[in-house]
């Protein structure tokens, strides 16, 4: 079976820091683009971060550039999240998804974490 399970989230302060993880399991790691999207209270679904097959490219959302940065280690099969400078606007639960790059039947395959909850609040 196929999981993507986030950790590391939690409560932390305006201008704190926090580093998410997503673990995978039941893929080949290494053939998908990876990234982090976010859903904040009654708002949709937002693109934070993509990281490329072999770490070497990454893509930030206008609103956290210059304050997150998005990883992976391939041995590992995980992605991370770095968050620095956190803000109140960050809040969200924060998911992980799995887009393969090599095509089965004429498509990629995809997954979705459940999710981890990040709350900024003093």
């Known amino acids: 079976q196929v999981q993507l399970v986030e950790s590391g989230g939690g409560l932390v302060q305006p201008g704190g820091s926090l580093r998410l993880s997503c673990a995978a399991s039941?893929?080949?790691?290494?053939?998908?683009?990876m990234s982090w999207y976010r859903q904040a209270p009654g708002k949709g679904r937002e693109l934070v971060a993509t990281?490329?097959?072999?770490?070497?490219?990454?893509n930030y959302a206008d609103s956290v550039k210059g304050r997150f940065t998005i990883s992976r280690d391939n041995t590992m099969s995980t992605m991370y999240l770095q968050m620095n400078s956190l803000k109140p606007e960050d809040t969200a639960v924060y998911l992980c998804?799995?887009?393969?790059?090599?095509?089965?039947?004429?498509?990629?395959?995809?997954?979705w974490g459940k999710g981890t909850l990040v709350t900024v609040s003093s």
């Open positions: 039941g893929i080949t790691f290494s053939t998908y683009t």
């Open positions: 998804y799995a887009r393969s790059v090599i095509l089965i039947s004429g498509r990629s395959m995809e997954y």
């Open positions: 990281v490329t097959v072999g770490g070497g490219s990454t």
